[in-house]
């Protein structure tokens, strides 16, 4: 799911750098442009200042984990990992600094089929390049159709290990890749220190959702979850040792659960007349090695706008 460590995990490769390096001799499908969702952190205020009659006022209750906002993620969390199939629509909005100094976004939208435990399918539209993913359960491809170039190579047993070799490979990454892992909970309850119940929204996603807010020591994220099917809608996040505060946004939507997905959904019909490349990595400030995304997103958030700064 997108909650806490999911925000976390969001690697900002623009598909403007993907692009430019794709055709180079590697595959720099970074089928996940971006970002995940951006959230408007609700900061501890400071002491206030001394009374008229010279004593100073208490200072605000420290943030906390509101039972009420664990409760409502975990539903969330609990109702995607019930699934055995489910398929929806991510639209991506992520800012990046432009020349002048105020940041422009930039927006994707992916089309999402899987299948547990070993099927997966993302089509990922404009604005930029467009990229296909695919995974059937013994090999993972990515395909360019603009270039019609492909890679093709072995993939492990899983959905959550085809993610991380994935990112290890060639540095695709999904900004949803939390909400298609077998435990969306899991990450999001490590290391998390605020989480808050906001109220509700009439407005996102055509329904009525809950808002809650919850952080850790490097992202803070605003998520808007149906308050009858538990479903995400959107996220919102900003990372906390971005000192532009880049906001990040990631609505969910055409939700469908268990449907049924015909057998040759996760195989690329044109894979066999495209050119052939090897899975590479379009980063190479990122150190060699494995580490999974979620450790790897502060280092690569940093570096992409390095180079956006630069441009």
């Known amino acids: ?17 993907t692009r430019k390096r794709a055709v180079g001799g590697a ?42 906002a664990i409760e409502i993620i975990k539903a969330a969390s609990n109702r995607l990992a019930a699934a055995h199939s489910m398929s929806f629509t991510a639209v991506v909005t992520y800012e990046s600094p ?38 059937d359960g013994k090999t993972m491809t990515a ?18 290990a085809t993610l991380k070799a994935a990112y290890a490979t060639a540095a695709i990454y999904f900004p949803f890749s939390d909400v298609i892992v077998t435990d969306p909970y899991k990450d999001i309850a490590e290391g998390l220190t605020v989480a808050f119940y906001i109220g509700q929204s009439h407005v996102v996603g055509g329904t009525t959702t809950d808002m809650v807010a919850y952080s ?24 906390r040792d971005d000192s532009l505060t880049l906001r990040h946004q990631l609505e969910l939507s055409n939700w469908q ?23 590479a990595r379009p980063d190479p400030m990122v150190p060699e090695g494995f580490k999974p995304p979620v450790r790897m997103k502060r280092s690569k958030h940093k570096a992409v706008h390095n180079k956006e700064s630069a441009s």
Do not use: H
């Open 257 to 279: 659960l268990d449907p049924t997905i015909p057998a040759d959904a996760f195989t690329c019909a044109k894979a066999g007349s495209a050119m052939r490349i090897k899975f």
């Open 143 to 160: 395909y360019a159709p603009t270039e019609n170039l492909v890679a093709i190579g072995p993939a492990p047993p899983t959905i959550d």
């Open 27 to 68: 595959l720099m499908l970074a089928l996940g442009v971006l970002l995940a969702a951006s959230a408007n952190a609700q900061q501890p205020q400071a002491s206030k200042p001394a009374t008229s009659s010279g004593k100073a006022a208490a200072a605000p209750a420290e943030p906390a984990i509101e039972p009420k």
């Open 1 to 17: 799911m997108i909650f806490a460590k999911q925000a976390l995990r969001f690697v900002f490769l623009s598909r403007r750098l």
């Open 216 to 239: 850790n020591d490097a992202v803070f994220v605003q998520a808007w979850i149906g308050a009858e099917d538990k479903l995400p809608r959107m996220l919102r996040a900003v990372f």
């Open 98 to 135: 432009s020349r002048l100094g105020p940041p422009l976004a930039y927006t994707t939208k992916s089309e999402v089929t899987m299948q547990r435990p070993d099927k997966l399918r993302v089509l990922t539209l404009g604005d930029g390049p467009p990229s296909d993913f695919y995974y």
